[in-house]
């Protein structure tokens, strides 16, 4: 088994959607990430928050069997965010962001995460990104996230980063503005261009494509029927996609097609409550049960004319 180390943010979000109105849960990227990687293995999480951060939060995530050694508790307020679901969840207002001790942190690696053989460097901004990639000593696999904010305003900064790194997780939209390219194989190929070794391309409830070794590779979205909080899904996508992949060891083509089914199941459990609450008490039956669901969703046979 292979050691993750996850940098990102953990924060505490109000979600307005259709199925109700909640504040101050438990939230923000490495927070997702590091729950849906420990069904697979045991995450090593690099943070930072308030002194106001609730015991409870803490508690949960060290019950997950997450390693807290890199999480930092600084004195101030956490990190706050706050946005609205249109009524059939396809549109996100960010109604107000709250850095608060998240905009001076630099993440610190504890010696014991030094020698990850995985690491994901979450959505913070390139210069930080850069910093814990010199922390790290050999790690067979750096996989990272990024959003719009940093590709239009930190494009040099950015571009040096995916020169570094191994493995890209993008949405659909930020893919089309960091390559200039409205078709996404084009997208992909550019992107590809920069550095990373593979491009995956998350699309929301039409599911991801993989860029990989010359390939491509589509991963469908489970279909749910009811969806309550999409906050989170990508997040938890990446968490099962690494988690997986540090459980199994191998990094080869099938291996990377199986972390990406793995991804789907755990964002396909997130976005069916608040928060982090779907992603509490799942057991590796309903794990292997939706796992089986989605290889049934793409199995065909050979068809005869």
């Known amino acids: ?42 995450p090593h ?20 069997g997450i390693d807290l050694t890199g999480l930092e508790q600084v004195q101030g307020q956490t990190f706050r965010w706050k946005g609205r679901y249109s009524n059939d969840l396809a549109h996100r207002t960010t109604l107000d962001t709250q850095l608060n001790v998240f905009a001076g942190f630099q993440p610190k690696l504890p010696e014991s995460y030094r020698d990850a053989e995985l690491l994901f460097l979450g959505n913070i901004e390139p210069s930080l990104q850069l910093e814990v990639l010199a922390q ?30 191994d493995l890209l997780v993008i949405n ?18 550019a992107i590809l261009a920069l550095g990373p070794k593979t491009v995956i391309v998350k699309r929301g409830d039409s599911g991801a494509l993989l860029f990989h070794d010359g390939s491509v590779f ?25 988690g997986y992949l540090a459980r199994e060891g191998s990094l080869g083509p099938q291996s990377i097609r199986r972390a990406m089914i793995y991804g789907s199941v755990m964002a396909s459990f997130s976005v069916e409550a608040f928060s982090l609450d779907r992603l509490r008490n799942l ?23």
């Not at 999480?45 to 997950?64: C, M, N, T, Y």
């Not at 000593?137 to 790194?165: C, S, Y």
């Not at 659909?172 to 190929?189: F, G, K, M, S, V």
């Not at 279909?223 to 690494?242: K, R, W």
């Open 1 to 42: 088994m292979n050691k993750l180390v996850v940098v990102g943010s953990v924060a505490l979000d109000s979600v307005e959607a259709p199925g109700g109105q909640h504040h101050d849960i438990l939230g923000g990227s490495a927070s997702f990430f590091a729950t849906a990687a420990s069904y697979f293995t045991q």
């Open 172 to 189: 659909d939209e930020e893919a089309r503005q960091l390559a200039r390219e409205h078709n996404l194989p084009r997208a992909a190929r």
């Open 218 to 242: 589509v991963a469908p979205a489970y279909p749910l029927e009811e969806v309550v909080d999409p906050t989170g899904a990508g997040d938890s996508f990446a968490g099962g996609f690494m």
């Open 136 to 165: 790290v000593r050999r790690p067979r696999l750096v996989a990272m996230d990024t959003m719009n904010f940093w590709i239009e305003g930190r494009p040099e900064q950015l571009h040096t980063v995916l020169a570094k790194i």
């Open 283 to 305: 057991t590796p039956h309903a794990i292997e049960e939706r796992y089986r669901a989605f290889c049934d969703l793409t199995h065909f046979g050979q068809v005869s004319f």
């Open 45 to 64: 999480l690099v943070a930072v928050v308030g002194s106001d951060f609730p015991r409870q939060h803490i508690d949960f995530l060290r019950e997950r």
